[in-house]
Structure formats: structure tokens, C-alpha cells
């Protein structure tokens, strides 16, 4: 799903507390309404958004009881810094995601089948260390983009525009691209794209060939 | 800052929006107004919750106009399924973050100081693709947690309360512990916590010895 329409629906702390209680067990309304002390009218409410959403299924046990539960796994990231705002979300790949293609990382965990308990105990204890390491290694590879970022801004010698630039370096560094092209790469107006190119060619950075733009030689030492 | 805090400020489209303006660049409240197409009076509410939070910073040029921008980095990650709902907010890593104490994840991406704008936007794109690369293993651990938890509910034979089930049986895994311990690992209260150690002494998964509640041997085939 969406993940402003996820962030819609997170950004409600009654919301959550209902998903929450039912990420440990399925719960009838009456139920849910007594735990959290929230008006049965509201929860309902708050289920029909989740349901819509896809979070949350229904079923009907043999008392005729509306059991409520989460209906699938979903992830969501957010990201925000001086230089983008940007938030994901996805659902969990399955187990034929093929890990192997990835270029910078490389994982050390099991993923033969487990036997026993104790096996399938120690696999869960090795996911949920690998869980906070990707979180560690997340955070300092955000932190590094801002350093990079900061250090490119610099170099350039922009202000707050910066990201814009790096882009439009970035987009033209492995060939020389054509204002069209390098408009659609950063998902802007030509006439913007224009002024920047202007703007960078005067300091040097960028020249206009009959290839189209490209990185000045003179680029490799700043 | 905490992520309940920080799901409720984001939980709002204008406040989305603002930030993705900042994002790109600062911005005074007559441009946010008429660039979101809302009124001064929101933006400035939406701008002192965010200021307040730390999100947004301002400052006062020359012309004593007050600009806003991002004043640091935030990340945010939310996990629901079936067996949990979590979200955790970070702030990004500094550089001396040590990736080498990671046990099951290894990266390959270069730390070396960059001399210019050419190495720069190298590490740029790199770092881009480790940022997919990593959230691409995380969606893929989600993945196994969830298949993993279901296969230990298949084997212990419980239906929804599995979680904590898996979570007792790991707790007890390493070595023998008291009720008291036990409840403290899963943060339940003591009779619950007894409650489960006898339903599952009854299937034959854990025992009481001098030691105290343990797996038993036979756990290890199921």
C-alpha cells in the first residue's frame, strides 16, 4: 500500500494501540473497546480504516464472535534530512528473494530448513540480531549520504539548493546527457534544469559538448 | 525522539508536505502558504509542532525574513505482522560508527576520505544503492521472522498466542530461569507467565528441575 495512506492511519495513536493488541491475539470489538477504554463506536470506526487499508481481516468463530486480526506483514520507512524527505513502505519479500545480487552486502545467516525447536529457536535468535544490525547499518548509511552530501555542497560551493546539484552531477557523471534527459533523471522542468547547467558551467564544473553535458576534466580536483 | 511522537507529526499530509518542501530547500511561512495552497495561520501551527520537536529549525536573513529548513536527520521504521508491531526512530550514525562489531551482515562500500567531486558523487551512488540493498534484506528478514514464528506455532501446536510462546521458549533456551526471570524477559506478569510454563510442560516442551523451568531434551526432535 501507499505509504502516505500507511502514515494516515499510523498517525492515529488509538489506531495503533488497536494493532498493537492485535499483533499479540485476534480480538472481538467488546474486547478491544474494554482494553484500551475506547468507545465500541470508535474502534469500530477505526477497524472499518484498517480493514479498508488491507491491515485487518475478520472471522467468524462458532459463537458467531467477530474475531479481528492483522491480515499481512507490512514494512515502512522514513527518512528525513536537510537533503530529502523520502518514506517507503513494502510488504516483506518472501523467502525466493534472491539476496545474492546484492552488490555491497553480503549476510551471514542460516536458511536451510530447520528440523527442530531448538533449531527454529536459534534461526528466530540470528533473524532478530540481523534485524538491528540492517538498522545499524541503515542509520550510518544515512549518515555518510549527509557527509557526502555536505562535503559535494562545499565543493560545489551551493547553499541550500545542494541536492539538486549532486543530482544533476550524479545524473551526468557516467555520460554526457541532453537537457530532456537530465530533466527527466531529476524530475524537473527543463527551464530549471537549464539554469542550473548555466549556473554550474560558469564555475566550471560542467561543459557542453557536442555530446551533450558532461563533467569537466577539471572536476576530478576540487 | 520517540517514534509515537514522531508517527503523529507525520501522520498529517500538510505536515508531509511541508517537510518536502524543506526538504528541497528553506523556506519563509508566504512561500510554504502559497506554494501548499494553505493558509498562513496552519502553516504556522504545523511549523511550531515541527519546531517544537526539533524537526524544523528557522533562521533570520538580512532582511530580517525568517527562513525554516530541516534542522537534522531522522529515521523512522514501523514492522507490523501477525506476531508484532514495532517502530523504532533513530538518529543517523556519525562515521565512527563500528560496522565491524556486525555478526551477520557485512558491507563492502568504501569509507576512504574522497578528494574530489568525481570520487564523491562515486561514493553518492554507492551509498544510493547499499541504502536499496539494505532495506531490501530487511524486507526479506521480516520475511523469514514471520515464516520462522509460524513453523515454531505449527510445532508447539498453538494458534494465536504463539508469540509469546516462541519468545518464553527463547528466553529459557540458553539456560534454566526462574518465573521471575521469565516474566522479566517477556515483560508479562508472573501468573501469565506460569500459566504458559504449565500449558507447555503439559505438551512436554518444558520442564521444572532444581535449576529451573528448561527445555526438555526431547524438544529437540518434535
Same sequence: chains 1, 2.
Avoid at 180 to 202: C, F, H, K, Y
Wanted: net charge negative.
Amino acid at each position: 500500500m501507499d505509504s502516505a495512506a500507511l502514515l494516515n492511519l499510523l498517525g492515529n495513536e488509538n489506531r495503533r494501540r488497536i494493532l498493537r493488541l492485535l499483533s499479540r491475539k485476534p480480538c472481538y470489538v467488546t474486547e478491544i473497546s474494554e482494553y484500551l477504554g475506547v468507545s465500541p463506536k470508535a474502534v469500530i470506526e477505526h477497524l472499518q480504516k484498517l480493514e479498508d487499508a488491507g491491515l485487518v481481516e475478520s472471522r467468524t468463530d462458532d459463537q458467531r464472535r467477530k474475531y479481528f486480526h492483522i491480515a499481512r506483514n507490512v514494512r515502512l520507512e522514513v527518512n528525513l534530512s536537510p537533503y530529502g524527505f523520502a518514506s517507503k513502505s513494502a510488504y516483506p519479500a518472501s523467502n525466493g528473494l534472491d539476496m545474492s545480487k546484492c552488490r555491497y552486502l553480503t549476510l551471514d545467516v542460516g536458511t536451510e530448513d530447520e528440523e527442530s525447536i531448538d533449531e527454529l529457536l536459534g534461526t528466530l535468535e540470528q533473524l532478530e540480531r540481523l534485524e538491528n544490525e540492517l538498522s545499524l547499518a541503515q542509520r550510518w548509511v544515512q549518515g555518510r549520504l549527509c557527509e557526502v552530501l555536505d562535503q559535494i555542497s562545499e565543493s560545489v560551493g551551493t547553499g541550500s539548493e545542494s541536492r539538486i546539484y549532486a543530482d544533476l552531477l550524479a545524473s551526468i557523471r557516467s555520460e554526457p546527457k541532453g537537457i530532456g534527459t537530465i530533466s527527466q533523471d531529476l524530475d524537473a522542468p527543463r527551464e530549471v534544469v537549464a539554469d542550473l547547467l548555466e549556473a554550474m558551467a560558469d564555475r566550471g564544473l560542467v561543459q557542453r559538448t557536442e555530446r551533450g553535458w558532461e563533467l569537466t576534466e577539471s572536476r576530478a580536483e576540487v
